[in-house]
């Protein structure tokens, strides 16, 4: 198969969609030749990163987080803003390819030239989701948007991995009235940066402020992640297009605090340590799959600690023996 040449930087730096398109799918690849590719590529467009405002969202499924994505990136978009969107998408364990086709969610953006919209699947690792998705934000950001939202399907522990890939990072919540904090990890909520209640529209207004009332007693009698910061709770719906100009503007107080204290900087310097490491991480689990010891060890080896005739730590010294850790 004749395999087509590496994206230009230039043609990538100059906004071109398919060249970006490329690009991430380049990012994205395992191929060892690819890999070397995507990195010279990363190096020379690393100038013209870091001037992006990155916003990471999450929230329980049937928050609406995609209404209001498409929602907020086109209330920017009117701003005079170009918006990218990078979905995380849990990855299928027999295709590797991402199964959420947030896209199809996101009508307006979708067909929007001053928008981007990108589902990222997670590859099964945080690693993967902090490489890859870091990767196509550095990209997106080189082709000139300002704006980064990149959302988490909102399980497991991905919020943590894309809160430290991005400035600001944004809770929707549902309305309840009590129920809303059953729904969502205390952890998740100890790491925003704004929780916005969704879907504060019509009838459910009522029970949005209540819920609202709810988490902000909660944020009190929890020790904030920022002493910079106290997250504010907003009211907000994606799909009557509610709120969003003060959502929008809470980003950018807590973007401007975080500038005027030297905090962001600092911050975006310590992501890139914690990227690092989480592609090592990655690298380390690739050479073990792909070991030929391993692979030869490693059916009978799975099948003696399934069945608890080898306790998982001792599988654990055997396989890491075999690589010679």
């Given at each position: 198969?004749?395999?087509r040449?590496?994206?230009?930087?230039?043609?990538?730096?100059?906004?071109?969609?398919?060249?970006?398109?490329?690009?991430?799918?380049?990012?994205?690849?395992?191929?060892?030749?690819?890999?070397?590719?995507?990195?010279?590529?990363?190096?020379?467009?690393?100038?013209?990163?870091?001037?992006?405002?990155?916003v990471?969202?999450?929230?329980v499924?049937?928050?609406?987080?995609?209404?209001?994505?498409?929602?907020?990136?086109?209330h920017?978009?009117?701003?005079?803003?170009?918006?990218?969107?990078?979905?995380?998408?849990?990855?299928?364990?027999?295709?590797?390819?991402?199964i959420?086709?947030?896209?199809t969610?996101?009508?307006?953006?979708?067909?929007?030239?001053?928008?981007?919209?990108?589902?990222?699947?997670?590859?099964?690792?945080?690693?993967?989701?902090?490489?890859?998705?870091?990767e196509a934000?550095?990209?997106?950001?080189?082709?000139?948007?300002?704006?980064?939202?990149?959302?988490?399907?909102?399980?497991?522990?991905?919020?943590?991995?894309?809160?430290?890939?991005t400035d600001?990072?944004?809770?929707?919540?549902?309305?309840?009235a009590?129920?809303?904090l059953?729904?969502?990890k205390?952890?998740?909520?100890?790491?925003?940066?704004?929780?916005?209640?969704?879907k504060?529209?019509?009838?459910?207004?009522?029970?949005?402020a209540?819920?609202?009332a709810?988490?902000?007693?909660?944020?009190?009698?929890?020790?904030?992640?920022?002493?910079?910061?106290?997250?504010?709770?907003?009211?907000?719906?994606g799909?009557?297009?509610?709120?969003?100009?003060?959502?929008?503007a809470?980003v950018m107080?807590?973007?401007?605090?975080?500038?005027?204290?030297?905090?962001?900087?600092r911050?975006?310097?310590?992501?890139?340590?914690?990227?690092?490491?989480?592609?090592?991480?990655?690298?380390?689990?690739?050479k073990?799959?792909?070991?030929?010891?391993?692979?030869?060890?490693l059916?009978?080896?799975?099948?003696?600690?399934?069945?608890?005739?080898?306790s998982?730590?001792?599988?654990?010294?055997?396989?890491?023996?075999?690589?010679?850790?």
């Amino acid at each position: 198969m004749i395999r087509r040449p590496p994206p230009d930087p230039q043609a990538v730096a100059a906004g071109e969609r398919s060249a970006l398109a490329r690009a991430i799918t380049l990012v994205e690849s395992k191929r060892a030749d690819d890999r070397k590719a995507a990195r010279a590529l990363i190096e020379a467009l690393l100038p013209r990163t870091g001037r992006a405002v990155r916003v990471g969202i999450t929230g329980v499924p049937g928050v609406g987080k995609s209404t209001m994505i498409d929602a907020l990136g086109a209330h920017l978009i009117e701003q005079g803003m170009k918006v990218a969107v990078l979905a995380v998408d849990p990855s299928s364990r027999r295709t590797g390819g991402a199964i959420l086709g947030d896209k199809t969610r996101m009508a307006r953006l979708a067909v929007a030239p001053e928008a981007f919209v990108r589902p990222s699947p997670s590859s099964g690792t945080l690693g993967g989701v902090a490489a890859k998705t870091r990767e196509a934000m550095l990209l997106c950001e080189a082709a000139g948007f300002d704006a980064i939202l990149v959302e988490t399907v909102g399980v497991g522990q991905s919020e943590t991995a894309v809160a430290d890939l991005t400035d600001t990072f944004l809770v929707l919540a549902l309305p309840g009235a009590g129920d809303e904090l059953q729904g969502i990890k205390k952890g998740v909520i100890e790491l925003a940066d704004i929780i916005a209640v969704n879907k504060a529209d019509g009838p459910g207004a009522q029970r949005a402020a209540a819920a609202a009332a709810e988490y902000r007693a909660a944020l009190r009698i929890l020790v904030p992640h920022d002493a910079l910061w106290t997250p504010p709770v907003l009211l907000v719906s994606g799909l009557a297009g509610q709120g969003l100009e003060e959502l929008w503007a809470a980003v950018m107080a807590h973007r401007a605090r975080l500038e005027g204290a030297g905090a962001l900087a600092r911050k975006r310097r310590e992501q890139n340590t914690r990227w690092m490491w989480a592609m090592v991480e990655e690298r380390l689990r690739e050479k073990m799959l792909t070991s030929p010891a391993v692979r030869a060890r490693l059916p009978d080896l799975e099948a003696a600690v399934a069945e608890g005739a080898v306790s998982p730590a001792a599988g654990a010294d055997e396989l890491a023996a075999l690589l010679g850790l």
